[in-house]
């Protein structure tokens, strides 16, 4: 037991000791835990461009475009009587969206008439498509029914009933509370894997390195206390300071983050002991980190991708981790529902940490 402390503090001193690891393994989980969220404060996009083609130059007409105006949402960078050239401006992205109100729009509303504002979005960027469409919606509809309630006693025309959002999770519908819960699990994923195998290589270059049990399981214990500290920290403190949706149920991830933790060490090490250098590390994030973080589902739903894309996508525990705890912190699900994926996690780290122990101390 005491040899088995000695390796646990030795792996520490040997951490701090290499400023690389050092920056990769704890530095770069703080300094994420800020970047992250600060590029996404603002939550919602504001303030996009549209132009306005108004046919018709009427007073509602005029109505509808200064309520438009008063629209966080969107910005009114010309209001202009030709469809045509509204056309071309969106081509040179000069706007993002097309608010047509044709010439006879009164006349449609007075006689009830289907037909009336036309909206063109491009769909070049969903986001923005969404918000313009938000803040349009509202600003009409407002228009529209102050003008049925002047001549309501002529036309028997009246709005549909509004439609109501609620969202259940993300009840600011922003897109860093959207984003970021997805991308904290995958931050931890590649620093373990790009500090250990950091870590591991450099042994394994300097020497002939056999780790007995002892010093195994205490790098393995070393980088499980780091691992679980910085999930704790992200989906603790940084959620709490971003008021993102967090703490839907508390134990479960309690209970989940010590087994992704194992899962994501197992992988590492294995990883690690087909590495000659400690360069080589770098090699694996480069082009690992944004595949893995597409197919985890989050950026482009599984349903739309193909099937062989989707068997991928489940295979890699990243992919179970990202999907588990956006499950346990944000929705809130009970622990048995997320069992499976830590029965997929236990299994899939036991014969990764097995593999490692082999190649690592066994294989000749």
Same mark, same amino acid.
């Given at each position: 037991?005491?040899q088995?402390?000695?390796?646990?503090?030795?792996?520490?001193?040997?951490?701090?000791?290499?400023?690389?690891? @050092? /920056?990769?393994?704890?530095?770069?989980?703080?300094m994420?835990?800020?970047?992250?969220? /600060?590029?996404?404060?603002?939550?919602?996009?504001?303030?996009?461009?549209?132009?306005?083609?108004?046919?018709? +130059?009427?007073?509602?007409?005029?109505?509808?475009?200064?309520q438009?105006?008063?629209?966080?949402?969107v910005?009114?960078?010309?209001?202009?009587?030709?469809?045509?050239e509204?056309?071309?401006?969106?081509?040179?992205?000069q706007?993002?969206?097309?608010?047509?109100?044709p010439?006879?729009?009164?006349?449609s509303?007075?006689?009830?008439?289907?037909?009336?504002?036309?909206?063109?979005?491009?769909?070049?960027?969903? @986001?923005?498509?969404?918000?313009?469409?938000l803040?349009?919606? /509202?600003?009409?509809e407002?228009?529209?029914?102050?003008?049925?309630?002047?001549?309501?006693?002529?036309?028997?025309?009246?709005?549909?009933?509004?439609i109501?959002?609620? =969202?259940?999770?993300?009840?600011?519908s922003?897109?860093?509370?959207?984003?970021f819960?997805?991308?904290?699990?995958?931050?931890?994923?590649?620093?373990?894997?790009?500090?250990?195998?950091?870590?591991?290589?450099?042994?394994?270059?300097?020497?002939?390195?056999?780790?007995?049990?002892?010093?195994?399981?205490?790098?393995?214990?070393?980088?499980?206390?780091?691992?679980?500290?910085?999930?704790?920290? @992200?989906?603790?403190?940084?959620?709490?300071?971003?008021?993102?949706?967090?703490?839907?149920?508390?134990?479960?991830?309690?209970?989940?983050?010590?087994?992704?933790?194992?899962?994501?060490i197992?992988?590492?090490?294995?990883?690690?002991s087909?590495?000659?250098?400690p360069?080589?590390?770098?090699?694996?994030?480069?082009?690992?980190?944004?595949?893995?973080?597409?197919?985890?589902?989050?950026?482009?739903?599984?349903?739309?991708?193909?099937?062989?894309?989707?068997?991928?996508?489940?295979?890699? =525990?990243?992919?179970?981790?990202? +999907?588990?705890?956006? +499950?346990?912190?944000?929705m809130?699900?009970?622990?048995?529902?997320?069992? =499976?994926?830590?029965?997929?996690?236990?299994?899939?780290?036991?014969?990764?940490?097995?593999?490692?122990?082999?190649?690592?101390?066994?294989?000749?």
């Amino acid at each position: 037991m005491k040899q088995f402390f000695q390796y646990y503090c030795q792996t520490f001193k040997d951490i701090f000791a290499n400023s690389s690891i @050092l /920056t990769t393994l704890i530095l770069s989980v703080l300094m994420y835990s800020f970047f992250y969220p /600060t590029a996404y404060q603002a939550q919602q996009a504001q303030a996009l461009p549209i132009i306005i083609v108004d046919e018709e +130059q009427s007073a509602l007409t005029s109505t509808i475009i200064g309520q438009v105006t008063q629209s966080p949402n969107v910005e009114v960078k010309a209001v202009i009587g030709n469809f045509a050239e509204a056309k071309r401006m969106i081509q040179r992205q000069q706007a993002d969206g097309i608010l047509l109100l044709p010439e006879n729009l009164s006349n449609s509303i007075h006689h009830g008439e289907v037909g009336g504002v036309g909206l063109y979005l491009s769909a070049a960027n969903f @986001l923005k498509t969404k918000q313009i469409g938000l803040g349009l919606a /509202t600003s009409i509809e407002n228009a529209l029914v102050e003008q049925v309630q002047k001549f309501g006693h002529v036309s028997h025309f009246s709005p549909a009933l509004s439609i109501h959002q609620i =969202p259940l999770f993300n009840t600011l519908s922003g897109y860093g509370s959207y984003i970021f819960p997805a991308v904290a699990p995958l931050i931890i994923h590649q620093t373990i894997v790009l500090g250990l195998c950091m870590l591991l290589a450099g042994y394994r270059e300097q020497k002939q390195w056999k780790p007995n049990a002892s010093e195994f399981w205490a790098i393995f214990l070393a980088i499980l206390t780091i691992g679980c500290l910085g999930c704790f920290y @992200l989906f603790g403190f940084t959620f709490w300071l971003y008021d993102y949706p967090r703490g839907g149920n508390f134990i479960g991830m309690l209970i989940a983050v010590p087994i992704f933790i194992s899962c994501i060490i197992g992988l590492a090490m294995l990883l690690a002991s087909f590495l000659d250098m400690p360069e080589r590390a770098g090699h694996l994030i480069v082009f690992t980190s944004i595949p893995l973080f597409l197919l985890s589902g989050t950026a482009w739903p599984h349903a739309a991708m193909p099937l062989w894309l989707q068997g991928l996508g489940e295979f890699l =525990p990243s992919t179970q981790g990202i +999907q588990m705890f956006i +499950q346990l912190n944000q929705m809130g699900v009970p622990t048995e529902i997320v069992i =499976p994926k830590l029965i997929y996690l236990s299994m899939f780290g036991c014969i990764s940490l097995l593999w490692a122990y082999w190649r690592l101390k066994l294989k000749p």
